[in-house]
């Protein structure tokens, strides 16, 4: 792909690789812990052959925004930036932390598997919600809908009652309090940018005992981005996030079933403007 820029696997000499998730390669040096994000994509839980321009920096550079932008509201992992050569902008060095196994999810529309829950039982999570709702449609106040985290495959969406039993009551409560506070904030200010900030998932670990924000914050691989002109409940909304990756590989019919296929060029140019398009709209800067 010509005059772009993509990265699908990292290389760092003299640091451990700890790990290869779907996008980020995670390195160890001592107390710490470098967190590259790449450029892979995955969508239907395989990683595609193809990568997207410049989708790692977009992610990074999003999360370093959110975070500064919260930072009166929760601690975070973050160390610093001066990252090794050739990661400059896709890297961060972070505090490692005690993850708690859980995928904390805040919704203000009803969309994607909130949707599909709410179709099937009139609830998402066990939360009963009000009938004749649409497709896309503001709920009346946002809701703490978590799932378990999976290493592979899809996050399992659980309810509150089952996070109380694994994690305990207290922890639960606080986790839920703060990701409902950190959404709305967010979501508020996305609004006078021009972008609803459907959904988002967050992960918090524990540093020192203390509940910090961790790994990736309000981007468009861990939210549903939508414009805000072009909203219209009753129907899936046009997105700034992997949604159109989805709609392309629907549209050739693929099994869903591996070698997750390549994709076109165009397809892959164009959700890198959609990232890069979601940065510039919240951030108020270029990538």
Request: with cysteine; charged share 25%; glycine share 8%.
């Amino acid at each position: 792909m010509e005059n772009y820029n993509v990265m699908l696997e990292s290389s760092v000499p003299g640091l451990k690789l700890r790990g290869r998730g779907k996008v980020r390669d995670i390195y160890e040096d001592g107390g710490r812990l470098l967190i590259v994000a790449t450029d892979r994509i995955s969508a239907f839980d395989y990683i595609l052959a193809t990568g997207i321009p410049d989708k790692g920096r977009v992610l990074t550079q999003m999360t370093l925004f959110w975070l500064d932008f919260l930072r009166d509201m929760v601690p975070n992992h973050l160390l610093s930036t001066e990252v090794p050569a050739g990661l400059e902008g896709r890297a961060m060095w972070v505090r490692r932390a005690e993850m708690i196994e859980i995928e904390c999810v805040a919704r203000g529309y009803i969309s994607g598997s909130g949707w599909k829950d709410y179709q099937r039982t009139g609830a998402i999570c066990g939360i009963p919600l009000a009938s004749g709702l649409r497709e896309s449609g503001q709920l009346g106040e946002p809701i703490f809908t978590p799932a378990t985290k999976a290493t592979s495959g899809h996050d399992e969406n659980i309810s509150f009652e089952d996070v109380s039993a694994r994690i305990g009551a207290d922890l639960a409560a606080k986790l839920r309090d703060l990701t409902l506070a950190i959404y709305r904030r967010a979501a508020d200010y996305a609004l006078t940018r021009g972008i609803i900030i459907a959904d988002t998932k967050f992960e918090f670990g524990l540093i020192d005992g203390r509940i910090a924000l961790c790994d990736e914050v309000l981007t468009p691989d861990s939210s549903r981005f939508w414009p805000r002109e072009t909203y219209s409940p009753g129907g899936a909304q046009p997105s700034y996030d992997k949604q159109y990756v989805r709609d392309y590989l629907e549209s050739i019919h693929w099994n869903k079933q591996p070698p997750a296929p390549a994709l076109p060029d165009e397809v892959a140019r164009r959700t890198s403007e959609k990232y890069r398009e979601a940065y510039r709209a919240l951030s108020g800067k270029n990538l």
